[in-house]
C-alpha cells in the first residue's frame, strides 16, 4: 500500500499521474487531498471537486488508470483511517506535490493534517518518504526545512526536468518526475528511457 498525498502547490497533476500509475502496477493506493488542493485541481485541471467522490471520478474518467477500485480516498481531517497509525502497513508515503507549509509541517512534527501524520508515522516506523516539493526560488527557510526533513529521513524530489529525455510536451516533463518517483520506490515503469537505455543507443550493439 501506497500513500499520495495532494497538497496546496500547483501540480496536483503530477500526484495524479503518480496514482495512475500505481494503480496500473495494481498497487493499493490511499489518496490524502488537502483543501486546497481540491481548489486547485478546479483551477489547474479545470475539473470540479465539488463533492466527496469528485477525485474518485476524476481518476475513472481518465484514461490512463486502470484498476481503480484499489484506490481509497480519505479526507485530510480524517485521523481514523489507516494512514493515521503505523499499525497500518502501508510501505511509503509520497507527497506529490508538497506545498512549503506542509515541507514545515513536515519538517518540524507538526502533524495537524493527515497528510503530514501520515509523513511522521512514516519517519518514526522508517519507512520511505518521499515529498516533491513545489516552490521556486527558494528561501532559507525553505531550504532548512528540506535540510530538517531530509535528516529525519524524508527523501527530497524536485520536479527538476531532465532534458537529455528530450521531452516534446507537457506530460512527457511530468512523466519524467513520476518515473523518478517510481525508481525510488522500486517500481518497474516506462514513463522515460533510463540513461543505460540511452547510452545503449549511442554506442549501439
Given at each position: 500500500?501506497?500513500?499520495?498525498?495532494?497538497?496546496?502547490?500547483?501540480?496536483?497533476?503530477?500526484?495524479?499521474?503518480?496514482?495512475e500509475e500505481l494503480l496500473n502496477l495494481k498497487e493499493r493506493v490511499y489518496a490524502i487531498l488537502s483543501g486546497s488542493a481540491r481548489s486547485i485541481i478546479t483551477?489547474?485541471?479545470g475539473y470540479p471537486m465539488d463533492k466527496a467522490s469528485s477525485f474518485t471520478d476524476l481518476i475513472k474518467t481518465r484514461t490512463l488508470a486502470k484498476n481503480s477500485s484499489l484506490l481509497s480516498v480519505v479526507d485530510d481531517t480524517n485521523f481514523f483511517s489507516p494512514p493515521a497509525s503505523g499499525s497500518s502497513r502501508f510501505e511509503a508515503v509520497v507527497v506529490m506535490p508538497c506545498s512549503m507549509k506542509t515541507l514545515s509541517s513536515v519538517a518540524?512534527?507538526?502533524a495537524d493534517s493527515l497528510i503530514t501524520r501520515a509523513c511522521d508515522v512514516a519517519l518514526k516506523e522508517k519507512r520511505r518518504l518521499l515529498l516533491v516539493p513545489r516552490e521556486t526560488p527558494l528561501n532559507l527557510i525553505h531550504i532548512e526545512n528540506m535540510k530538517k526533513a531530509a535528516i529525519a529521513g524524508a527523501d527530497i524530489v524536485p520536479p527538476v526536468l531532465g532534458f537529455y529525455t528530450h521531452p516534446?510536451?507537457?506530460d512527457d516533463m511530468i512523466n519524467f518526475t513520476v518515473g523518478k518517483v517510481l525508481n525510488l520506490l522500486g517500481k518497474h515503469h516506462s514513463l522515460f528511457q533510463s540513461w543505460e537505455e540511452m547510452s545503449?543507443?549511442?554506442?549501439?550493439e
Open positions: 500500500m501506497i500513500v499520495v498525498g495532494i497538497s496546496g502547490a500547483s501540480g496536483p497533476i503530477l500526484g495524479i499521474r503518480l496514482i483551477h489547474e485541471l518540524n512534527g507538526y516534446k510536451t507537457i545503449h543507443n549511442f554506442i549501439g
